[in-house]
């Protein structure tokens, strides 16, 4: 089953009967600015960031709770969309979804890292090719511009090569999983795309201005 479909009628499920968006937009009037009043995109917002935040979703105070969105058995849920410098790093056995909740970036214990497409099952879609074994390491989104795996003792087993190649930048760099199933890292200064998944680095950070 497609898992948005199935976040929607577990929400359902625990109302009993359908999700009311309008009364959550009503209680949550940023909400219903963020989505222009989509009925739609409000369930989507509950079920990605409302649960979490511990939203009300209606005049009463209700307040709902529904299990975080699983891809494998002992895999935690590290959120959605991308890791950049603000979000931390991805530690063994985390992942991030994509917003349409159709893929999932997975860092394994043994220092895989591996996008699937989660639609029917676990598909391998992208695998970073790294130099070994990585036990217990982690991801990182760096503020230079560098997406890379380290490992335990901090050393790089695959990076992007994303940096400036002259100069120092220090800011935010976004790595997404796309809905459409690739990687893509952006920079936030000007959104230029630096790298993805299909084609490898496609430019290197600018220095800070």
Do not use: C
């Amino acid at each position: 089953m497609n898992a948005v479909i199935a976040r929607t009628a577990e929400l359902n499920q625990q109302v009993g009967g359908l999700f009311d968006a309008e009364a959550y937009m009503d209680v949550n009037p940023d909400v219903r600015d963020a989505v222009n009043g989509d009925a739609t995109l409000a369930t989507m917002h509950y079920i990605r960031h409302g649960n979490s935040e511990n939203r009300v979703v209606d005049q009463q105070g209700t307040k709902l709770a529904i299990g975080k969105p699983e891809a494998a058995p002992g895999i935690s849920f590290f959120g959605y969309g991308a890791l950049s410098p603000s979000t931390g790093d991805l530690k063994s056995d985390q992942m991030i979804l994509s917003n349409n909740e159709q893929y999932a970036l997975i860092f394994h214990r043994d220092g895989r890292l591996i996008l699937y497409n989660i639609a029917n099952g676990l598909v391998p879609v992208w695998e970073a090719n790294r130099k070994g074994n990585t036990d217990d390491g982690f991801v990182a989104m760096q503020g230079d511009g560098n997406f890379v795996i380290y490992d335990d003792d901090r050393d790089a087993e695959f990076h992007t090569k994303t940096y400036p190649s002259k100069g120092r930048a220090s800011r935010e760099f976004r790595l997404e999983v796309m809905d459409q199933g690739y990687l893509r890292i952006i920079d936030t200064l000007n959104n230029q795309e630096l790298w993805n998944s299909r084609n490898g680095r496609l430019a290197r950070a600018v220095p800070n201005p």
